[in-house]
Structure formats: structure tokens, C-alpha cells
């Protein structure tokens, strides 16, 4: 009643003002609920757990990796980032019983640099027998690959063009279950992407029962006339924990972005029709969808995308996309 008044009583400019007030004022408190989340699950912390001593762990084998691979290596390169990670593992070891794959990767890494070529005559014998006492059970992978021109390029023949323009949003689903083995398939495949510094914040949760499917779409604004037949339900999530410090406050997004594409391909390349919702939330939205009990509140949820048997025919929006001049940039 009292906006209809102000609506009659005020010009129009100063309606939109104040609008566009509110609508500043609203994104600030948004930002500061990002920012609260942020702060309390990255991995920038004196004590840390179990989960983000694993991330650090991984950052810091990746480093050595990279200085393996090298053309011209130095001598004992990043020794730093060694008696950090010695002292990690250590670290890991004495919160946990069992190691997880990458400490036992990052202890393989550290027994590949103490009798890798530039650091034989350079390393301490008291560093050697630090990293000596590091055992793992694991066989030792090479921390490096080396191939030919030919060999590395030997499947870029294939026409990845047509691949990729072949794939369409589908938003219309068979009344058919969609196997979970082949869902894995397809996001061990996606598992290949690229992140910030190997870490592999990204997670994938998939919602098979339809209660679950409905309770976390209904809090995504999408899927209107076709999120009830959507057969399994993927949301995309990345781990706040392996992320450290202001600088990386948005990498989660990017991380899990990129996974997502990458699980998109995948499910087309299996013969699975996908539809990718996004997370554009609120405060209230946000904080609801943790409610439902399913996603851990470390992890940020990235995008949903729902899978499902396609039918015989169907229907796709064209989306067509903008010419190249609009998006290319040559400087």
C-alpha cells in the first residue's frame, strides 16, 4: 500500500533511484554472507584439518612435478616448498591411520627428487633421511611423462569440432533409469581437468532418489516444466577447504566450472541427454538447500545438471551463439 503511494507521489526518476539503493544495499549483504562462508571453510588457517593438510599436500607435490619437468632444471630447486611438505605429511600421518592416494603421490614425488639427476650432490643427508624414513606402499608412477610430437598429438585427428557442436541443452527425458556405473564413467573421464595446482577441489553428488531431486530443485528457478523428469540429479561442488586467502576466493568457481564442462562432454560422449542449472542464489536460497542435509557446508555448490535418457525424437533450443568478431579479441 505505501509503494503504490510513493509510486503516485514521487517521480519516476527517484523510484529508480531508490531501487537502484536497494538493490546496492542488498549486494553488499550478499557479498558479506560470501565472505563469512569464505572465511570460515578456506584452507589460509594455523589449525587445519585433515582435509585442507591433503590440499596443501597436493599443491606443494605439484610444484616438484613441475620443476621435474623442466628442460633446464636447477640445482635442488624449490627446497622450501620439500621441508614444507615433509613436515605436512608428518603432519597428515599423525591425524590419520591410513594415507589417501595423493600423500602416498606426494611421497613418491619426494623419493623421485632426492634421486632425480640436478639434486644428487646437493641435498643435505639429513633432508635424504627425512624423506627415506617417508614410506609408502604404493608403486611409484613417474612424476613426469615425456613424449614425441607425434605420439602426444596422435589423437587430435579426431574431429572434436563436430563432437562439440553435436551437443545440445535437453531438457525432455525418458521415464528410464540412468545407470550409476555409467555416470562414473563419465566423471572419471571428467576427472582429467585441469585445477589450481592439481588440488581437485571439485566433487560430484549425485541425487538418485526423486524426493531429494525435487527438494534441491525446487530451490533453483531453471527447471520449471521439466525438472520433474529429470532422472539423477548432479551437483557440482567445489571444497572451500583446499582454497587459501583472499586471492583465491573465486577459484572454486572457476575449478568447478571447469569440471562441469568437461562432465557435460562426458555424459554426451556416453549417449546421455544433460541439462546444466545454474546457482544463482540468495542468502535465504543458499542457506536452505545446506538444510536439506545432503552437501557438506565446506564444499560451494557450482551448478546442477540433470541427466536422463533421451527419447526417440525431440526438441532442443538452437541457442545460437555469437559471431566470432563479438567474442575475439586480437591484440
Same mark, same amino acid.
Given at each position: 500500500?505505501? @509503494?503504490?503511494?510513493?509510486?503516485?507521489?514521487?517521480?519516476?526518476? *527517484?523510484?529508480?533511484?531508490?531501487?537502484?539503493?536497494?538493490?546496492?544495499?542488498?549486494?553488499?549483504?550478499?557479498?558479506?554472507?560470501?565472505?563469512?562462508?569464505?572465511?570460515?571453510?578456506?584452507?589460509?588457517?594455523?589449525?587445519?584439518?585433515?582435509?585442507?593438510?591433503?590440499?596443501?599436500?597436493?599443491?606443494?607435490?605439484?610444484?616438484?612435478?613441475?620443476?621435474?619437468?623442466?628442460?633446464?632444471?636447477?640445482?635442488?630447486?624449490?627446497?622450501?616448498?620439500?621441508?614444507?611438505? &615433509?613436515?605436512?605429511?608428518?603432519?597428515?600421518?599423525?591425524?590419520?591411520?591410513?594415507?589417501?592416494?595423493?600423500?602416498?603421490?606426494?611421497v613418491?614425488?619426494?623419493?623421485?627428487?632426492? #634421486?632425480?639427476?640436478?639434486?644428487?650432490?646437493?641435498?643435505?643427508?639429513?633432508?635424504?633421511?627425512?624423506?627415506?624414513?617417508?614410506?609408502?606402499?604404493?608403486?611409484?608412477?613417474?612424476?613426469?611423462?615425456?613424449f614425441?610430437?607425434?605420439?602426444?598429438?596422435?589423437?587430435?585427428?579426431?574431429?572434436?569440432?563436430?563432437?562439440?557442436?553435436?551437443?545440445?541443452?535437453?531438457?525432455?527425458?525418458?521415464?528410464?533409469?540412468?545407470? &550409476?556405473?555409467?555416470?562414473?564413467?563419465?566423471?572419471?573421464?571428467?576427472q582429467?581437468?585441469?585445477?589450481?595446482? #592439481?588440488?581437485?577441489?571439485?566433487?560430484?553428488?549425485?541425487?538418485?532418489?526423486?524426493?531429494?531431486?525435487?527438494?534441491?530443485?525446487?530451490?533453483?528457478?531453471?527447471?520449471?516444466?521439466?525438472?520433474?523428469k *529429470? @532422472?539423477?540429479?548432479?551437483?557440482?561442488?567445489?571444497?572451500?577447504?583446499?582454497?587459501?586467502?583472499?586471492?583465491?576466493?573465486?577459484?572454486?568457481?572457476?575449478?568447478?566450472?571447469?569440471?562441469?564442462?568437461?562432465?557435460?562432454?562426458?555424459?554426451?560422449?556416453?549417449?546421455l541427454?544433460a541439462?546444466?542449472?545454474?546457482?544463482?542464489?540468495?542468502?535465504?536460497?543458499?542457506?536452505?538447500?545446506?538444510?536439506?542435509?545432503? &552437501?557438506?557446508?565446506?564444499?560451494?555448490?557450482?551448478?546442477?545438471?540433470?541427466?536422463?535418457?533421451?527419447?526417440?525424437?525431440?526438441?532442443?533450443?538452437?541457442?545460437?551463439?555469437?559471431?566470432?568478431?563479438?567474442v575475439?579479441?586480437?591484440?
Open positions: 500500500m505505501i @509503494n503504490i503511494f510513493l509510486k503516485k507521489l514521487l517521480p519516476s526518476k *527517484i523510484i529508480k533511484l531508490i531501487k537502484q539503493f536497494k538493490m546496492n544495499i542488498n549486494m553488499i549483504l550478499q557479498y558479506y554472507y560470501d565472505y563469512k562462508i569464505y572465511t570460515k571453510y578456506n584452507g589460509a588457517k594455523l589449525k587445519m584439518n585433515i582435509n585442507q593438510i591433503e590440499g596443501k599436500i597436493i599443491a606443494h607435490y605439484h610444484v616438484l612435478e613441475k620443476g621435474m619437468c623442466h628442460p633446464y632444471p636447477k640445482k635442488c630447486f624449490s627446497l622450501p616448498i620439500v621441508k614444507n611438505l &615433509i613436515q605436512l605429511i608428518n603432519a597428515y600421518d599423525t591425524k590419520s591411520s591410513i594415507r589417501s592416494k595423493q600423500v602416498n603421490v606426494a613418491s614425488v619426494l623419493k623421485k627428487y632426492i #634421486n632425480f639427476p640436478t639434486n644428487q650432490k646437493c641435498l643435505t643427508s639429513s633432508l635424504i633421511g627425512k624423506i627415506s624414513l617417508l614410506n609408502t606402499n604404493i608403486k611409484m608412477k613417474p612424476s613426469s611423462l615425456k614425441s610430437k607425434n605420439e602426444y598429438f596422435k589423437f587430435c585427428d579426431i574431429p572434436f569440432k563436430e563432437f562439440v557442436l553435436s551437443r545440445y541443452t535437453v531438457r525432455d527425458f525418458l521415464d528410464q533409469d540412468v545407470e &550409476i556405473e555409467v555416470l562414473k564413467k563419465a566423471i572419471e573421464t571428467a582429467k581437468t585441469p585445477s589450481v595446482c #592439481n588440488r581437485q577441489t571439485f566433487k560430484a553428488h549425485i541425487l538418485t532418489q526423486k524426493k531429494d531431486i525435487i527438494n534441491h530443485l525446487k530451490f533453483q528457478t531453471g527447471n520449471r516444466g521439466f525438472g520433474e *529429470i @532422472n539423477k540429479l548432479i551437483i557440482i561442488t567445489s571444497d572451500l577447504n583446499l582454497f587459501e586467502g583472499p586471492k583465491e576466493r573465486n577459484q572454486a568457481f572457476i575449478d568447478g566450472g571447469m569440471f562441469a564442462m568437461s562432465l557435460l562432454y562426458s555424459l554426451h560422449n556416453l549417449k541427454g541439462v546444466s542449472l545454474n546457482w544463482s542464489y540468495d542468502k535465504n536460497q543458499n542457506d536452505s538447500l545446506y538444510d536439506l542435509g545432503l &552437501i557438506p557446508k565446506n564444499e560451494r555448490v557450482i551448478l546442477f545438471i540433470g541427466v536422463g535418457h533421451v527419447p526417440e525424437t525431440f526438441k532442443v533450443a538452437v541457442s545460437e551463439k555469437r559471431e566470432l568478431v563479438d575475439l579479441n586480437i591484440i
